[in-house]
C-alpha cells in the first residue's frame, strides 16, 4: 500500500500574514477597499448567465478606457505578458515580419527593431523609415515604457502603418487610464493593458481588443495560432464577441478576478478619462517640480514625454541604488523601485497609478526620499 511521504507542511500550520504597504513602484499599484470587496464576492460558475453580464459590462468598460467602439474587445485570464502574447500570436503567422519599436524593455524581441536612446522616442520619420524598409505585417509600441518613463507620442503612426499595410499593435499596460489615448482615432489595431496599474485591481486580468483589420488577419490566417488558451476563436465565443448564439466551455474564467476588474472600470467610469487623465499629470507635475527641488533630476529630458504614470528619476550620484530603494522599504513601508533593462543602475522608478496618484502621496515620497539622502551611505568620490 503507498503511503503519504509528503507531511502536511508546517508552514501551513501559521496563519497568512500579508502587509500593508505603499505601493509606489511600477506595479502593481494599491488596491482600494472598493475593488478589493467586489473581489470578495461568492464564486459562481464561470458559465452563469450572471457572469455573462459582467464580462458584457468589463466589455463595455474597457471599450471606454480604450475610446474604441471594437467588437473584438475582451479581458484575457493573465497578465499584460498573456495579453502581449494574445495579441502576436493571433496575428503573427511563420513567415511574417515583425517590427518592435525599443524605446526601454518591452519592445525588445528576436525580430526587426528600430531602437530609441533610454529616456529617448521615436519621431515619425524614424517609424515610417523602417516600416518601408522591413515592410513587417506588425508593428509593436510601448506606449507607457515603465522602464524609462517615456510616454511615447502616437499621433500619426497608425497612419503610417497602415500605409504600409502594416497592424498596428500598442502596449499601455503602464500608461492607460493615466494619459489620453483614442484607440479607433489613433488607429490602433491591437491594443492591451494589464489590471494592476492605473485601475487598481489585482493583478490576473489584462484587457485587449482588436480593430477590425486585426480580426481580418486574425480569422482568415492560413495556419493555426501557436496557443490554444490565447487562440481568439475560442476566446471571442467565451467573451459573447463572435455571432454565435451559445457560448462554449474554453476555460474556467477567474470570476473573482472578473469582478475586481468591472469594480475598477465602474471606478475610472465614474471618475471620467478626462478627469483621470488631469489629475495624473497635475499630480506628476507636482512631483517632478519637488524633485527638482530637492536637487534631483529626472531620466526624460523632454517634458512632454514624461509618462505621468511611473517617473524615473536619475539615480543620485554617489549613492547605492539598491540601498536607498531598501531603507525607504524597510523605514516608510513603501515600495519603490530600481531600473529595468537599460535602465538598470540609472535610475529609481517612482508609480502613482490610479488611486495613488494624489499630492498627499507624492509628498510622502519626498519626505521618503529626503530621509533616505540624509542616511544612505554616499561615497566621498
Ligand atoms: N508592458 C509594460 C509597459 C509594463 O510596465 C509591464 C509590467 N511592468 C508589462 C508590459 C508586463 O505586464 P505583466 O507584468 O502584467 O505581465
Not at 63 to 87: D, I, P, R, W
Not at 218 to 237: G, H, I, M, Q
Not at 269 to 288: I, K, P
Request: aromatic share 8%; charged share 15%; hydrophobic share 40%.
Amino acid at each position: 500500500m503507498p503511503s503519504l511521504s509528503v507531511p502536511p507542511p508546517k508552514c501551513l500550520q501559521k496563519p497568512l500574514v500579508v502587509p500593508h504597504r505603499h505601493m509606489f513602484g511600477p506595479g502593481p499599484s494599491n488596491v482600494p477597499p472598493r475593488i478589493l470587496e467586489a473581489g470578495a464576492n461568492p464564486v459562481i460558475g464561470h458559465m452563469h448567465p450572471e457572469i455573462f453580464e459582467i464580462m458584457s459590462d468589463i466589455k463595455s468598460g474597457i471599450q471606454y478606457m480604450f475610446q474604441t467602439q471594437n467588437k473584438m474587445t475582451l479581458a484575457v485570464s493573465g497578465t499584460g505578458h498573456t495579453a502581449m502574447e494574445c495579441a502576436i500570436f493571433n496575428t503573427v503567422e511563420p513567415g511574417d515580419s515583425v517590427l518592435a519599436a525599443v524605446n526601454g524593455i518591452w519592445g525588445s524581441a528576436k525580430v526587426n527593431t528600430i531602437v530609441a536612446p533610454p529616456g529617448g522616442y521615436l519621431t515619425n520619420t524614424d517609424i515610417e523609415k523602417a516600416l518601408s524598409k522591413h515592410r513587417p505585417a506588425l508593428f509593436f509600441l510601448a506606449h507607457g515604457e515603465s522602464s524609462t518613463g517615456v510616454l511615447h507620442p502616437l499621433d500619426g503612426i497608425g497612419q503610417l502603418c497602415h500605409k504600409y499595410n502594416c497592424l498596428f499593435l500598442v502596449d499601455s499596460v503602464a500608461s492607460i487610464g493615466g494619459t489620453p489615448l483614442y484607440m479607433d482615432q489613433q488607429e490602433m489595431d491591437i491594443l492591451y493593458t494589464g489590471s494592476q496599474k492605473v485601475l487598481n485591481a489585482p493583478p490576473g486580468t489584462a484587457p485587449i481588443s482588436f480593430s477590425e483589420r486585426a480580426c481580418q488577419k486574425v480569422f482568415n490566417r492560413r495556419t493555426k495560432p501557436v496557443s490554444f488558451f490565447l487562440d481568439l476563436n475560442w476566446l471571442a465565443n467565451y467573451w459573447g464577441c463572435d455571432d454565435k448564439p451559445t457560448r462554449v466551455y474554453h476555460h474556467t474564467g477567474p470570476v473573482t478576478a472578473f469582478y475586481s476588474l468591472r469594480e475598477s472600470l465602474a471606478v475610472l467610469a465614474e471618475e471620467g478619462l478626462e478627469n483621470s487623465w488631469e489629475r495624473h499629470e497635475t499630480v506628476a507635475e507636482y512631483f517632478h517640480a519637488g524633485l527638482e527641488s530637492m536637487g534631483l533630476k529626472l531620466f526624460v529630458k523632454e517634458k512632454v514625454t514624461r509618462l505621468p504614470t511611473v517617473t524615473t528619476i536619475v539615480a543620485p550620484y554617489g549613492y547605492d541604488w539598491k540601498e536607498i530603494t531598501s531603507y525607504i522599504m524597510k523605514t516608510h513601508n513603501l515600495e519603490i523601485s530600481g531600473g529595468l533593462g537599460p535602465s538598470v543602475g540609472l535610475v529609481l522608478r517612482v508609480g502613482l497609478m490610479g488611486c495613488n496618484s494624489s499630492k498627499a502621496n507624492v509628498d510622502m515620497v519626498l519626505a521618503a526620499l529626503r530621509d533616505a539622502l540624509k542616511h544612505c551611505h554616499r561615497s566621498k568620490v
